[in-house]
């Protein structure tokens, strides 16, 4: 059986041409001829549009292209003429002189680069699938449904795809733009319908898609009741999908995502049926990149986020108005920074005010226990500082500081100091001599942690023999480093992108040689120095960039005692590494974290120590350091 295809991605258009020549001889008018098309009413659909009684009906506009079975490349478009609204209607359009003709709808599915042969009472007709669908809220997409027919004046059009009906709720304040359907199989692209028997037969050809998009009308709102869900249809190529049908949603505000509970419709799509997918939620979520525990806003902007752990992971199912702030931290005096949060179905809006600063969002259940809390960080966008050695890149500022360097008008001193932190934990030290709780079999544990996300945990009273191998730890059994790890954990602090930064004697702490390269450091009392860097708070310059005119600003600040919760001058710096198991052999040994920290002392004067050895209930800053991939 003869089968020849030539391949291309071109629709039907109509061409009309002149002759100028004035000897040509007056054509005659082309004869017009009607033909009368029936829809196949099964259990399912053909067309765009569905009354009350789930009947499929011809709709105004609608067209058609016909090809005679001796040149089936030269298709004819017919357009209605009347049935509009019914089950049967009548196209008009040039005269074809074969009595055996074929029909595609919709007309601009044919594909007239590409021709198909009739043999033996079979037609090949070469069709493009568009992989973009004019989506209808509770409708079949305009134009979407690929059907055909064969027949003399009359075609009883039979459809070649199935339906796939969507079934959504979920959050109603939230528009929806776009429905994407992947599948492991070919879902649009070139292919041909044989026409042969009772039922049409699409084969997929050349520069096919697995993933299909359904836009939907600019405004549409899910519903918010399961019982009465927003019902969306999709045209999907017959098969039997061997590893489902993937669905996501976009909304109108990128790069925000949508996604469903049940993101995986394990069906079989039947020719001319329509399956339905069982009622599903939508949720808000991010892109897995853009997950973190620590969000930066601008003044004056706003973020969104639901209930997700870095990983991705759900938090638990969070109340309504389950999200709520229950602390913040001033970083300028008078300052104070305000947001506004909006609690929705499956995700939160944080509006932010004009000031900066720092706020713990917490995600509470039903019975108000913190199932997930996040940094608010308000500030301008932090700006990225490459080092000496041309692969390491380290945020501009510390995690929670709203400005980098010291400016000429300073109203406190922790203006660029940031937020302190205990070794391995994803929430900040706050207030640590007020909020502060002895650690314990049921105190030192991560479940705690997440629940009190604002405690300070105290190590263990050093004087308890049968736990002093774990002194200066907040962990009841210490030994796991919360940080560690090739890849950035679900406890690590920073913004999504980084991470907290390496430690060691091959890190970039020890390598690039802080010690040596120390431009000024500045005591709070000067103003400016030769290059006209401000030196309103105290801290070190660091020449250890890779842009000369760039050092990097090093704040000196102050930690967090472990041992007590109080605060003393220096600077603390966290890396991702810890120590290990050193010192005495009997009852006592030691398991510290990586530190890099900047001293100062009133009789030894300043101090820039590498890589060294903390306590991890210690409180210090972390300044963050780019993710990069090779």
């Given at each position: 059986?003869?089968?020849?295809?030539?391949?291309?991605t071109?629709?039907?258009?109509?061409?009309?041409?002149?002759?100028?020549d004035i000897?040509?001889?007056?054509?005659?008018?082309?004869e017009?001829?009607?033909?009368?098309?029936?829809?196949?009413?099964p259990?399912?659909?053909?067309?765009?549009s569905l009354?009350?009684?789930?009947?499929?009906?011809?709709?105004?506009?609608?067209?058609i292209?016909?090809?005679?079975?001796?040149?089936p490349?030269?298709?004819?478009?017919?357009?209605i003429?009347?049935?509009?609204?019914?089950?049967n209607?009548?196209?008009?359009?040039?005269?074809?002189?074969?009595e055996?003709?074929?029909?595609v709808?919709?007309?601009?599915?044919?594909?007239?680069?590409?021709?198909?042969?009739?043999?033996?009472?079979?037609?090949?007709?070469?069709?493009?699938i568009?992989?973009?669908?004019?989506?209808?809220v509770g409708?079949?997409?305009?134009?979407a449904?690929?059907?055909v027919?064969?027949?003399?004046?009359?075609?009883?059009?039979?459809?070649?795809?199935?339906?796939?009906?969507?079934?959504?709720?979920g959050?109603?304040?939230?528009?929806?733009k776009?429905?994407?359907?992947?599948?492991?199989?070919?879902?649009?692209?070139n292919?041909?319908?044989t026409?042969?028997?009772n039922?049409?037969?699409?084969e997929?050809?050349?520069?096919?898609?697995?993933v299909?998009?359904?836009?939907l009308?600019?405004?549409?709102?899910?519903?918010?009741?399961?019982?009465?869900?927003?019902?969306?249809?999709a045209?999907?190529?017959?098969?039997?999908?061997?590893?489902?049908?993937?669905?996501?949603?976009?909304?109108?505000q990128?790069?925000?995502?949508?996604?469903?509970?049940?993101?995986v419709?394990?069906?079989?799509?039947?020719r001319?049926?329509?399956?339905?997918?069982?009622v599903?939620?939508?949720?808000?979520?991010?892109?897995?990149?853009?997950?973190?525990?620590?969000?930066i806003?601008?003044?004056?902007?706003?973020?969104?986020?639901?209930?997700?752990?870095?990983?991705?992971?759900?938090?638990?199912?969070?109340?309504?108005?389950?999200?709520?702030?229950?602390?913040?931290?001033?970083?300028?005096?008078?300052?104070?920074?305000?947001?506004?949060?909006?609690?929705?179905?499956?995700?939160?809006k944080?509006?932010?005010?004009?000031?900066?600063?720092?706020?713990?969002?917490e995600?509470?259940?039903?019975?108000?226990?913190?199932?997930?809390?996040?940094?608010?960080?308000?500030?301008?966008?932090?700006?990225?500082?490459?080092?000496?050695?041309?692969?390491?890149?380290?945020?501009?500022?510390?995690?929670g500081?709203?400005?980098?360097?010291?400016?000429d008008?300073?109203?406190?001193?922790?203006?660029?100091?940031?937020?302190?932190?205990?070794?391995?934990?994803?929430?900040?030290?706050?207030?640590?001599?007020?909020?502060?709780?002895?650690?314990?079999?049921?105190?030192?544990?991560?479940?705690?942690a997440?629940?009190?996300?604002?405690?300070?945990?105290?190590?263990?009273d050093?004087?308890?023999?049968?736990?002093?191998?774990?002194?200066?730890?907040?962990?009841?059994e210490?030994?796991?480093?919360?940080w560690?790890?090739?890849?950035?954990?679900i406890?690590?602090?920073?913004?999504?992108?980084?991470?907290v930064?390496?430690?060691?004697?091959?890190?970039?702490?020890?390598?690039?040689?802080?010690?040596?390269n120390?431009?000024?450091?500045?005591?709070?009392?000067?103003?400016?120095?030769?290059?006209?860097?401000?030196?309103?708070?105290?801290?070190?310059?660091?020449?250890?960039?890779?842009?000369?005119?760039q050092?990097l600003?090093?704040?000196r600040?102050?930690?967090?005692?472990?041992?007590?919760?109080?605060?003393?001058?220096?600077?603390w710096?966290?890396?991702?590494n810890?120590?290990?198991?050193?010192?005495?052999?009997?009852?006592?040994?030691?398991?510290?974290?990586?530190v890099?920290?900047?001293k100062f002392?009133?009789?030894g004067?300043?101090?820039?120590t590498?890589?060294?050895?903390?306590?991890?209930?210690?409180?210090?800053?972390?300044?963050?350091q780019?993710?990069?991939t090779?």
């Open positions: 059986m003869k089968k020849v295809l030539i391949l291309a071109a629709v039907l258009f109509a061409v009309v041409g002149c002759q100028n000897d040509s001889p007056i054509a005659k008018p082309v017009k001829v009607t033909l009368k098309a029936s829809l196949e009413q259990v399912s659909a053909t067309r765009t009354d009350e009684s789930n009947l499929v009906l011809w709709s105004a506009g609608d067209k292209a016909v090809v005679g079975s001796s040149a490349e030269n298709a004819v478009t017919y357009t003429i009347a049935g509009e609204e019914t089950t209607g009548a196209f008009e359009g040039d005269a074809i002189a074969d055996l003709k074929a029909a709808y919709p007309a601009s599915f044919f594909d007239t680069e590409s021709f198909g042969d009739q043999v033996e009472g079979t037609f090949y007709l070469p069709v493009v568009p992989d973009v669908q004019e989506g209808v409708n079949i997409p305009n134009n449904n690929l059907a027919a064969v027949g003399t004046t009359a075609f009883e059009f039979k459809n070649v795809m199935g339906l796939l009906k969507l079934q959504l709720y959050t109603a304040e939230r528009p929806i776009l429905i994407q359907i992947a599948a492991n199989e070919p879902l649009a692209g292919a041909t319908v026409i042969s028997g039922d049409p037969v699409l997929f050809t050349d520069n096919t898609t697995k299909i998009t359904v836009t009308p600019e405004g549409t709102i899910l519903s918010a009741d399961p019982a009465a869900p927003t019902i969306v249809y045209v999907v190529p017959v098969n039997a999908f061997a590893a489902g049908l993937s669905v996501s949603l976009t909304s109108d990128t790069p925000a995502y949508l996604s469903l509970n049940r993101t419709v394990e069906n079989t799509i039947i001319s049926t329509i399956q339905d997918m069982p599903a939620e939508v949720r808000f979520t991010f892109a897995k990149a853009k997950l973190a525990n620590t969000y806003v601008e003044p004056n902007n706003y973020l969104e986020l639901g209930p997700f752990r870095p990983d991705g992971k759900l938090v638990g199912h969070v109340k309504s108005g389950g999200y709520g702030r229950p602390r913040y931290y001033t970083q300028i005096n008078g300052q104070n920074p305000s947001i506004t949060i909006n609690n929705y179905a499956n995700f939160c944080v509006t932010a005010g004009e000031n900066e600063g720092d706020y713990i969002l995600a509470k259940d039903a019975d108000e226990t913190v199932l997930w809390s996040w940094i608010i960080w308000i500030t301008d966008t932090p700006a990225d500082i490459t080092l000496k050695d041309n692969k390491t890149i380290l945020m501009d500022r510390n995690i500081a709203v400005c980098a360097y010291p400016k008008t300073v109203v406190a001193y922790s203006e660029n100091w940031g937020l302190r932190f205990q070794f391995g934990r994803k929430d900040p030290v706050f207030n640590a001599s007020t909020n502060k709780i002895e650690t314990s079999a049921e105190v030192g544990t991560l479940v705690y997440v629940q009190h996300p604002a405690a300070f945990i105290q190590p263990l050093t004087t308890l023999a049968e736990h002093q191998q774990w002194y200066g730890d907040w962990l009841w210490g030994t796991k480093n919360l560690a790890g090739d890849e950035k954990t406890w690590d602090p920073c913004p999504a992108g980084y991470r930064p390496e430690g060691g004697s091959s890190s970039f702490w020890a390598t690039i040689d802080f010690k040596s120390v431009i000024k450091e500045w005591d709070g009392n000067s103003t400016t120095d030769a290059a006209g860097y401000f030196a309103d708070l105290k801290g070190y310059w660091f020449n250890v960039t890779a842009d000369a005119t050092p600003f090093m704040p600040g102050s930690y967090c005692s472990g041992n007590n919760g109080s605060y003393y001058t220096g600077g710096y966290w890396c991702r810890d120590v290990g198991v050193t010192g005495n052999t009997t009852k006592r040994s030691w398991y510290n974290g990586r890099f920290q900047l002392t009133t009789n004067g300043n101090v820039v590498n890589s060294t050895n903390g306590d991890r209930a210690t409180g210090g800053f972390v300044r963050c780019k993710i990069v090779e």
